[in-house]
């Protein structure tokens, strides 16, 4: 099933989630307020974030296990066992991937893995290609009460083999709003969505400063977004690619790679990830569409302008 077949039935299903209230997502695009001479023409609170985000969302695209998985995630990330599931337990279509964070030990001009510092709970969004999956994800919460099952047992597994280490929940689209959810009600838990779905349920300003969000600008879920309040504190709408279409923008691939280039020019743990994962510039950016990244400290006197989307694009 085709996105855009999907996208009016949860447009009719979020009727029913308006009568809460209409509230409109902050929007700090990089479109509206370019910093042209700075690297990659990326303000500095974008290269901030993508800087704190741009791995765990690699993580939230491998969580689909799909062909747009990234094969190199270098010494910060290694993948963990996940518990499968009891006799007969349905997940209602959920999946997830787990995750061990290491910190990065620099020596030589390359990364070795130091201490482990937390764990990541990725849960892989809609597919779209399943009905059952779009109205158990996005339309009734079974989905919501697996992940919490989901979350309880990797917690307390967790919690029983490295006490005291940090779980950390993430998540694109729908798997951003099951991540939104666990955070809201667990006040200790990070968690970092993309293009996030608002299929959650609950007060989403509770523990929002522990939640990172970020959006392209344009991509299908935008029109969903606003009628909920924001579910993080830190936001970030970027403009990554303003000639794709609404679909083609809702990706997390595409914009797991645009974070990661745009962290490159703050982090050469981000930069060693982009040739061995074929990561390109983002379309926006100045420059031809096979130039090779230019790393960290890069300062040119040269404008580097973000190249606009087509007028008829130009609606929120």
């Keep these: 099933m085709t996105l855009s077949r999907v ?17 409109t997502y902050p929007d700090i695009t990089q479109a509206r307020s370019p910093c042209r001479m700075e690297p990659g023409g990326w303000c500095g609170f974008v290269r ?21 998985t990234y094969t190199e995630l270098g010494p910060r990330f290694a993948e963990v066992g996940i518990i499968p599931p009891e006799e007969g337990e349905n997940r209602d279509g959920l999946a997830y991937s787990l995750f061990d964070e290491f910190e990065l030990v620099e020596r ?9 510092k937390a764990r990541v709970l990725a849960f892989r969004g809609t597919e779209y290609s399943s009905p059952t999956d779009i109205i158990r994800g996005s339309i009734r919460a079974d989905q919501i009460a697996v992940a919490r099952r989901v979350y309880a047992a990797e917690s307390a597994r967790l919690a029983a083999d490295y006490p005291g280490l940090q779980l ?16 809201i009600e667990n006040p200790d838990i990070p968690a970092y ?10 007060d989403s300003t509770v523990n929002d400063g522990k939640r990172v969000a970020i959006n392209e600008r ?15 504190a830190d936001m970030l709408v970027v403009n990554c690619a303003p000639d794709r279409n609404a679909g083609k923008k809702h990706g997390i691939r595409p914009l797991a790679d645009c974070l990661t280039w745009i962290a490159a020019y703050e982090s050469r743990a981000a930069l060693a990830l982009v040739e061995p994962n074929g990561i390109a510039k983002p379309p926006v950016e100045c420059g031809e569409a096979g130039k090779p ?19 008829e694009q130009d609606a929120d």
Excluded: W
């Excluded at 099951?178 to 955070?183: F, G, K, R, V, Y």
């Excluded at 990244?293 to 007028?311: E, F, K, L, Q």
């Design 48 to 68: 901030d974030l993508a800087t704190d985000s741009y791995g765990y969302a690699m993580l939230a695209s491998n969580a689909y296990q799909d062909e747009d």
């Design 7 to 23: 996208a009016p039935k949860l447009l009719a299903a979020f009727a029913l989630l308006t009568l809460s209230g209409c509230v």
């Design 293 to 311: 990244h230019p790393g960290p400290g890069t300062t040119s006197d040269v404008p580097c302008i973000h190249r606009p989307r087509a007028p």
């Design 108 to 116: 030589g001009g390359t990364f070795a893995r130091g201490a482990r």
């Design 218 to 232: 344009g991509e299908f879920l935008r029109f969903l977004r606003r009628y909920r309040s924001p579910p993080a």
């Design 193 to 202: 969505t993309f293009n996030v779905s608002p299929f959650y349920r609950g």
């Design 168 to 183: 950390i929940v993430a998540g694109h689209s729908l798997g951003g709003a099951l991540a939104t959810q666990i955070s």
